[in-house]
T-cell receptor
């Protein structure tokens, strides 16, 4: 069964500092991997996705993520955080076999301090 | 496109009452998903449809919950009777299979409070 673990419930970084949010997944085959962002009172918005090919994927708002099969990880990074990046971030895993379920991690809340 | 539209945005009701949440997916999308978000359980997939047909409802918590998709532009999630533990934010999302059925576009959610 698919599962996603985001080990950090919340993270605080200073504006301008770099960011890395961790994500580990469990899936029997090559997964489809996603990062979504949720601002307060809003739905989730797709930041980036990995289906195949280059393991370093670029997303919107300057975010990137790297798929590491050997570590079952898909960590999200940003070189310089802006105050507007404060939100909750969700890692998700899905597939196109046996259905199109997308399973979400518990989320990591990002706080940005001035 | 206006995106995925959900209504109502907020609903406060009393235990035992019927609740109906509504969703209009993005035009042309062939998959529709209902998720529930709570602090304790995070985002849970309740049910999803493909071309208006329910594919997997294994996440529906119990018989009090039902979902329908009578046409490609409308879906409902009904709770009858409602209980306080149903209080949550309910999200609808849609996707297009040829672009990747897992690439979800979410609505803004319906926040349900059952007193």
């Amino acid at each position: 069964a698919q599962s996603v673990t985001q080990p950090d419930i919340h993270i605080t970084v200073s504006e301008g500092a770099s960011l890395e949010l961790r994500c580990n997944y469990s899936y029997g085959a090559t997964p489809y991997l996603f990062w979504y962002v949720q601002s307060p009172g809003q739905g989730l918005q797709l930041l980036l996705k990995y289906f195949s090919g280059d393991t370093l994927v670029q997303g919107i708002k300057g975010f990137e993520a790297e798929f590491k099969r050997s570590q079952s990880s898909f960590n999200l990074r940003k070189p310089s955080v802006h105050w507007s990046d404060a939100a909750e971030y969700f890692c998700a895993v899905g597939s196109n076999t046996g259905g199109f379920k997308t399973i979400f991690g518990a989320g990591t809340r990002l706080f940005v301090k001035a | 496109d206006a995106g995925v539209i959900q209504s109502p945005r907020h609903e406060v009701t009393e235990m035992g009452q019927e609740v109906t949440l509504r969703c209009k997916p993005i035009s042309g999308h062939d998959y529709l998903f209902w998720y529930r978000q709570t602090m304790m359980r995070g985002l849970e997939l309740l049910i999803y449809f493909n071309n208006n047909v329910p594919i997997d409802d294994s996440g529906m918590p119990e018989d009090r919950f039902s979902a329908k998709m009578p046409n490609a532009s409308f879906s409902t999630l009904k709770i009858q009777p409602s209980e306080p533990r149903d209080s949550a934010v309910y999200f609808c999302a849609s996707s297009l299979s040829i672009s990747g059925a897992n690439v979800l576009t979410f609505g803004a959610g319906s926040r349900l409070t059952v007193l």
